[in-house]
């Protein structure tokens, strides 16, 4: 089976958790950011899990799973450390529903990549169940290689794309500004200044037209 790589956006999504140990709490960490509603199903929940409940960040239903408890749900977690509960989950499931098992790589239809974050730029790995030690190794690689100050590096990277986007310049010069944006010296702060003022005083796409 072959799983093919997205980002998905989950706002206003539904999403059920079930189990309340420590893997669920990686999944609820993961999605808290996505503005999606986290139901968690678990008679019992870890320390983290309670306080993100407690904060109303987590909707928690203080019981073992039956197969009722799936409905509307887009994405469905099944976290639970008992095999044949998991079984039934993914029985329960609605045809349309996503689904991660995290017990069983290519059991669901979802798998969890480990992810690097920097600001806009998410580098994620997969190694579609193979070696979750070896995305973990990888991910330590990157983290070294990618500092934490890379996301107000990517932020400027992004600033300097939407006016040179703006810019009245063929195609091909805007690729050649967009290329030579990447160069080492705009790690600087002040060199990143300089340019991306520079930019802002070229003339704009419509300003010709008009
Ligand atoms: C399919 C997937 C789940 C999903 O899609 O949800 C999955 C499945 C399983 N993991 C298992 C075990 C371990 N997982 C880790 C670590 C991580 N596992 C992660 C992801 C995934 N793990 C998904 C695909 C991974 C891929 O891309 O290949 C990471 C990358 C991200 C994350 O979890 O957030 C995170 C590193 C994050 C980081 O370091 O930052 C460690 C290492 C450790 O903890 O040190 C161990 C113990 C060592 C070992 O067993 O190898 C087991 C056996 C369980 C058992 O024996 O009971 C299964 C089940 C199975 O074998 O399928
Ligand atoms: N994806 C990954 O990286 C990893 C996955 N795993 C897999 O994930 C599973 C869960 O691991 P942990 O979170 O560490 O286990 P855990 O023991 O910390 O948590 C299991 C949770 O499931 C709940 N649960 C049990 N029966 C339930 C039921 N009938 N209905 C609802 N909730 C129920 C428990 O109350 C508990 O909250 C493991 O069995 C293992 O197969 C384990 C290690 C890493």
Not at 76 to 101: F, G, R, W
Not at 163 to 185: C, G, P, R, T, V
């Amino acid at each position: 089976m072959a799983y093919v790589p997205l980002n998905i956006d989950l706002t206003n999504k539904q999403i059920k958790v079930i189990g309340g140990g420590k893997i669920a709490e990686r999944r609820v960490k993961a999605l808290l950011d996505s503005d999606a509603t986290i139901h968690v199903i678990s008679p019992d929940l870890t320390g983290n899990l309670y306080q993100l409940y407690l904060d109303e960040k987590i909707i928690w239903y203080k019981k073992s799973f039956e197969s009722k408890d799936l409905d509307n749900d887009e994405l469905i977690i099944s976290a639970t450390n008992q095999e044949e509960v998991n079984d039934v989950i993914k029985k329960s499931a609605p045809i349309h529903s996503l689904i991660n098992m995290v017990g069983d790589a290519q059991g669901g239809n979802v798998i969890f990549p480990g992810t690097l974050k920097r600001g806009k730029l998410q580098i994620s790995v997969t190694s579609t169940g193979a070696s979750p030690k070896l995305v973990s190794n990888i991910l330590n690689d990157l983290d070294k290689q990618y500092p934490i100050d890379y996301a107000e590096y990517v932020d400027f990277l992004y600033e300097c794309r939407i006016i040179i986007k703006s810019l009245d310049l063929e195609k091909a010069k805007k690729n050649q500004l967009l290329e030579s944006i990447l160069s080492d010296q705009y790690f600087d702060e002040d060199e990143q200044e300089k340019l991306t003022n520079w930019l802002k005083r070229q003339p704009k796409k419509r300003a010709r037209e008009e």
